[in-house]
Nanobody, 119 residues
Framework: QVQVEESGGGLVQAGGSLRLTCAAS????????MGWYRQAPGKQRELVAS??????NYGDSVKGRFTISRNNANDTVYLQMNSLKPEDTAVYYC??????????????WGQGTQVTVSS
């Protein structure tokens, strides 16, 4: 059994910062990549940032403001969000591309964490 769990969301004023954490746990053999997506009400889920080995990728709307990082020792990925804007308000989901200890590769999603930025 593999689990992916996010934490760190909340309410912040525009211009503020938040740090999200995502931890993968369970019967993991290896993790190929991890990332963050978000979904605002009435909108499609969109990529925020992803990391695979040392390669990172960011959505255009967050470049220069958000930073993704990973701790391979404890299967955790972080999203540091600075200069937050009201349009960053969304549910943020963690995604992980995992090989389980049974040799099955699949994508896992967390339950999501709410980020609300007030103007």
């Amino acid at each position: 059994q593999v689990q992916v769990e996010e934490s760190g969301g909340g309410l912040v004023q525009a211009g503020g910062s938040l740090r999200l954490t995502c931890a993968a746990s369970g019967s993991i053999f290896s993790i190929n990549g991890m990332g963050w997506y978000r979904q605002a009400p009435g909108k499609q889920r969109e990529l925020v940032a992803s990391i695979r080995s040392s390669n990172t990728n960011y959505g255009d709307s967050v470049k220069g403001r958000f930073t993704i990082s990973r701790n391979n020792a404890n299967d955790t990925v972080y999203l540091q969000m600075n200069s937050l804007k009201p349009e960053d308000t969304a549910v943020y989901y963690c995604n992980a591309d995992i090989f389980s200890s049974r040799g099955v590769r699949r994508m896992y999603w967390g339950q999501g964490t709410q980020v609300t930025v007030s103007s």
